[in-house]
């Protein structure tokens, strides 16, 4: 990229070579844009990090799942982490191959599996004795081998909110670490299954690469143990997790990660000779900050003790910060001289928890434009319907042009499968 995806010309907030005024007044506002430019570069970073190593990307489809931007991976090369049917049927219609496809989560069902084994996905990532049960029953019932690795539990702290830590003993997820030798000899003794890997997955928005390798470690302690059981681990999957920067964070740069990563499992390969290879499976750090959310302001309301911005968007738009406290930075599309005071910046919907950012200081009237930034990841594809608004519109610019990558929802769509009662 010549110049940062997201810039301003003039004192206007531009994304590649559009402005985001020309943007909201074409097509509306809350208005989801990506820059295709930020998201190839994140790509790159990557891609370019594991080139020559026995590495592969799969882009976790939950982060982002809108079908231009599936199609972009797919397009550059990209596997994908999927963990519903719904998330399969996306990577196809995107151009995905299934054949790339790892499947991840903790409560597969048995239609999605069989949909998956006729798909021919590349992996399983199973986390429990009744989903290999349920799997083999499953792929016996289709004559075929299902390909499977295990998640297991860690039990290590990636230090992230705890909502999104995924890899300790408390969570939900996973095969606990003190369990996972036997139950790999469970899945090996299972005659449809085909043990393939080992899998796990710490967390989200980790900023720090120690417990990715404290994770790496223990993961390898155990490959020695499966292994001397007779199970040969052909693949090593490390998850997403790799954190981003919405505020202050520094996260280690991808590229860094990558390589410090693949240099720790390839240090021991070398020792008992193999050389396994890596998944990885971002979201967040390919997508998040390659998406910002417009909104307009409806109404400045000064309260007894706190301003607010009153927007468009809400947390039916953009979950997250009611959802996990987060912080997104939040900027006027066009910059004014006005003084600047300090709002907390809130949506339209019935709830006190309906904010987006809380005491910014910004010099905005009614009527302007907002750019929340790094919306890219978990922002549309959290949203809902609440107080039945309709679901913002997504379009992804590409230098000057503008893809619609989704139309804006209608309350006719809404509407559509509801019915009253019968007379
Ligand atoms: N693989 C698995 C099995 C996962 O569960 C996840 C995310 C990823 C990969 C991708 O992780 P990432 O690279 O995006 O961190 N809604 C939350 C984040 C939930 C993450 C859940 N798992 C948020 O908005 O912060």
Known sequence: MTQPAFHRIDGTFYVEGVSATDLAA????????????ALTAAWHAYADACAGRRASIHVAVKANSNLAVLNLFARLGAGFDIVSGGELAR??????????????????????????????????????????????????????????????????????HPYISTGLKANKFGVAFDDARATYRAAAAMPHLDVVGIDCHIGSQITE???????????????????????????????????????????????????????RIEARGATDGTVREVFFEPGRSLVGNAGVLLTRVEFLKPGAEKNFAIVDAAMNDLARPAMYDAYHAIEPVV????????????GPV??????????????????????????????????SNYNTRPRAAEVMVDGTRVHVARER???????AGERILPD
């Open 209 to 263: 690469i120690a417990p990715y390798l404290d994770a790496i470690d223990k993961l390898l302690e155990l490959v020695d143990q499966i292994e001397a059981d007779g199970v040969k681990i052909h693949h090593i999957d490390v998850g997403g997790g790799l954190g981003i920067r919405y505020n202050d964070e520094t996260p280690p740069e991808i590229g860094a990660f990558v390589r410090t990563v693949l240099d």
């Open 91 to 160: 990577v196809l219609a995107a151009g995905g191959k299934a054949e790339n496809v790892v499947f991840s989560g903790v409560g597969k069902t048995a239609h999605d599996m069989r949909t998956a084994l006729e798909a021919s996905v590349k992996c399983f990532n199973v986390e429990s004795i009744p989903e290999l049960d349920r799997l083999n029953a499953v792929a016996g019932a289709l004559g075929k081998k299902a390909p499977v690795s295990l998640r297991v539990n860690p039990d290590v702290d990636p230090k992230t």
């Open 335 to 346: 910059e004014r001289a006005a003084p600047a005071q300090t709002y907390d910046v809130v």
């Open 26 to 37: 074409q097509f509306g506002t809350p208005l989801y844009v990506y820059s295709r430019a």
């Open 409 to 415: 929802e209608t309350v006719a769509q809404l509407l």
């Open 350 to 383: 019935c709830e006190s928890g309906d904010w987006l950012g809380r005491a910014r200081t910004l010099a905005i009237e009614p009527d302007d434009l907002l750019a929340i930034r790094s919306a890219g990841a978990y922002g549309f594809v959290m949203s």
